[in-house]
């Protein structure tokens, strides 16, 4: 269990890991070495609903940071998500293609969606928030809607 | 409101839901067209707002809940009025195991949303004749 950050609005707490980098769409980048795991934050699970499918990118595919790399139907909507490292992707979670709740259940963790062997991570993260960033961005869009 | 000798069924009140709306759907297929000897209708609503009647017909009778998202307010409503769930399906788990029939709309289901509605109104009409024992079925 990583150490998080978190933000409470009504009855939602949204929490953040520390240990990982996001972009603005809510998909996180952790990196062990060149090898970067990406998933999709706790607001954005909590924001989006219940999730139905996911489609990522198979294994061998070359991907940018920046552009579509999966996407996720939740019983809400269907979203591309944008990837936040270029590389070529080396896995991707097979367990949620019978288990997409993992995302839910756990997106910090067994939800993950893809690793991705990095061409550039430390310009890919010099974009990216930290998640300090992160937090102020998520509660900006909490109160937003409510 | 309560029957002795039929299956209480409790779908999501989820207004302005599309997976509420397949719920619905599919209960009001279920007791009206498919199992109408042996099904009734509770609604969530009356058990949340603590209806005697509804509570009563829960408490004394075997229980499905079909609910539109992972948050189950019917199977949790259904226990709150002391009732026990005899059989939980999710209109979510349907759609997953048919994903050409994906639901769109909210008064008015899609096409997709009409046949998932009426896929998961004959997986709980199934039950409710295992439910009866088969005797009605």
Not at chain 1, 1 to 16: A, G, I
Not at chain 2, 60 to 72: F, K, M, R, W, Y
Not at chain 2, 103 to 125: K, S, T, W
Request: proline residues 4%; contains cysteine; charged residues 25%.
């Amino acid at each position: 269990m990583p150490e998080e950050l978190t933000y409470t609005q009504d009855k939602f707490t949204f929490h953040v890991a520390t240990d990982r980098y996001y972009n603005a769409a809510g998909v996180w980048a952790k990196a062990e070495g060149n090898l970067i795991t990406v998933g999709v934050s706790d607001f954005f699970q909590q924001h989006n609903g219940d999730v139905a499918f996911v489609d990522v990118a198979e294994v061998g595919t070359a991907v940018s940071a920046g552009d579509e790399f999966a996407n996720i139907e939740t019983i809400k909507v269907d979203i591309e998500l944008p990837g936040p490292v270029s590389g070529v992707v080396a896995a991707v979670n097979e367990a949620l293609e019978l288990q997409a709740e993992l995302i839910n259940q756990d997106p910090y963790g067994a939800g993950w969606l893809a690793r991705v062997e990095a061409s550039d991570w430390t310009s890919d993260r010099a974009a990216l928030m930290t998640p300090q960033q992160y937090l102020e961005h998520v509660k900006i869009q909490a109160q937003a809607e409510a | 409101m309560s029957n002795p000798k039929r299956i209480i069924i409790v779908p999501c009140s989820g207004i302005g839901k599309t997976y509420g709306t397949v719920s619905r759907e599919a209960a009001y297929e279920v007791i009206e067209e498919l199992r109408p000897q042996t099904s009734q209708l509770v609604p969530l609503s009356k058990l949340v707002l603590g209806d005697e009647e509804a509570r009563t017909a829960v408490s004394e009778n075997q229980v499905i809940t079909i609910d539109g998202c992972s948050l189950a307010c019917a199977a949790k409503m259904v226990e709150v009025g002391d009732g026990s769930v005899a059989k939980e399906f999710a209109v979510l788990d349907a759609y997953r195991r048919h994903r050409k029939l994906k639901p769109r709309g909210i008064a008015e289901l899609n096409e997709g949303g009409q046949q998932l509605a009426h896929v998961l109104a004959e997986e709980v009409a199934e039950v409710v004749d295992e439910l009866q024992g088969g005797q009605d079925a």
